[in-house]
């Protein structure tokens, strides 16, 4: 069983920057690919970003692209989203995730994922 904590979250000015962390229990997780979902109030949950289980392949939705960086350290058990140059559309419950099948963490919503952790509120105002 794998559990994921999300950190990192607050509150941030428009063009601003956030590190969100995931921390991962479980000894399987470096075996796993890792992704983030959003959820904005009154919208469906929607991929922002994933990455390999190796590390070595990162995927983004178009709307972040070139905004956000996802990365591993498989050492710390921990999956990353740097976010920068954020806008108030930005704004959602960011949630963490985890599959072994790349084609469910890169799914338009998550549909499926085999873990989830609780969410980190970010809220950027204009």
């Known amino acids: 069983q794998v559990q994921l904590v999300e950190s990192g979250g607050g509150l941030v000015q428009a063009g601003g920057s956030l590190r969100l962390s995931c921390a991962a229990s479980g000894r399987t997780f470096s075996a796993l690919h890792g992704g983030w979902f959003r959820q904005a109030p009154g919208k469906e949950r929607e991929f922002v970003a994933a990455?390999?289980?190796?590390?070595?392949?990162?995927y983004y939705a178009a709307s972040v692209k070139g905004r956000f960086t996802i990365s591993r350290d498989k050492a710390k058990n921990t999956v990353y989203l740097q976010m920068n140059s954020l806008k108030s559309e930005d704004t959602a419950v960011y949630y963490c995730?985890?599959?072994?099948?790349?084609?469910?963490?890169?799914?338009?919503?998550?549909?499926?994922?085999?873990?989830w952790g609780k969410g980190t509120l970010v809220t950027v105002s204009s």
């Open positions: 995730a985890a599959d072994t099948e790349l084609r469910v963490v890169t799914g338009i919503t998550g549909y499926g994922m085999d873990y």
């Open positions: 990455i390999t289980w190796s590390g070595g392949g990162t």
